[in-house]
Antibody
Framework: EVQLVQSGGEVKKPGESLKISCKGS????????ISWVRQVPGKGLEWMGR????????NYSPSFRGHVTISADKSISTAYLQWNSLKASDTAIYYC????????????WGQGTLVTVSS | ENVLTQSPGTLSLSPGERATLSCRAS????????FAWYQQKPGQAPRLLIY???SRATGIPDRFSGSGSGTDFSLTISSLEPEDFAVYYC?????????FGQGTKVEIK
């Protein structure tokens, strides 16, 4: 069974750093793109970026490039989303998702990680 | 980027009625059909319904159907069941950055 299990919710202050994780199981982690999707509470979905299956190549949405970093440790089948300096506007639920081969439609979603940034 | 605009914003219908949701892209979607639909219920992650514009995902009932190509796509629910009242999002994955529509809420009338 394919599963994506994300790390737990976080409460942070503006300016702090954060790294959340997404551990995959039930599939070969090196065969699939992993993306991150943001959802501000009560709002819609936004694709942030993705990391490639074997070489850790990354693509970012222009809206998020330079503000977050996507990385992975394929030895433990885990992808990461990292901020160096959080803003209040980063408060959201973050989902990791798995694509199908070269196609980025997503049947497999993590449970979501709620990140709250407040002073 | 390819901006997706969904209509209507809210659809008020009764169980058993037919629902038609629309999504218009600002640019032609690559290969005409790199297009998906998702359903999201409160407190849950989205669920994939349709990919390739018209292919149902595994386990999705046949009352859900997708159609369209180019810039105009639609999702039809032939007869609403109580569990279908939710928010629906369209997504294009033809040209990066992948983008979503803003969502259509299907609510009980």
């Amino acid at each position: 069974e394919v599963q994506l299990v994300q790390s737990g919710g976080e409460v942070k202050k503006p300016g702090e750093s954060l790294k959340i994780s997404c551990k995959g199981s039930g599939f070969s982690f090196t065969d699939y793109w992993i993306s991150w999707v943001r959802q501000v509470p009560g709002k819609g979905l936004e694709w942030m970026g993705r990391i490639g299956p074997s070489d850790s190549y990354t693509n970012y949405s222009p809206s998020f490039r330079g503000h977050v970093t996507i990385s992975a440790d394929k030895s433990i089948s885990t992808a990461y989303l990292q901020w160096n300096s959080l803003k209040a506007s980063d408060t959201a639920i973050y989902y990791c998702v798995r694509g199908f081969g070269d196609f980025d439609y997503w049947a497999y979603w993590g449970q979501g990680t709620l990140v709250t940034v407040s002073s | 980027e390819n901006v997706l605009t969904q209509s209507p914003g809210t659809l008020s219908l009764s169980p058993g009625e037919r629902a038609t949701l629309s999504c218009r892209a600002s640019q032609r979607v690559s290969n005409n059909n790199y297009f998906a639909w998702y359903q999201q219920k409160p407190g849950q992650a989205p669920r994939l319904l349709i990919y390739g514009a018209s292919s149902r995902a595994t386990g999705i009932p046949d009352r859900f159907s997708g159609s369209g190509s180019g810039t105009d796509f639609s999702l039809t629910i032939s007869s609403l069941e109580p569990e279908d009242f939710a928010v629906y999002y369209c997504q294009q994955y033809g040209d990066a950055p992948w983008t979503f529509g803003q969502g259509t809420k299907v609510e009980i009338k």
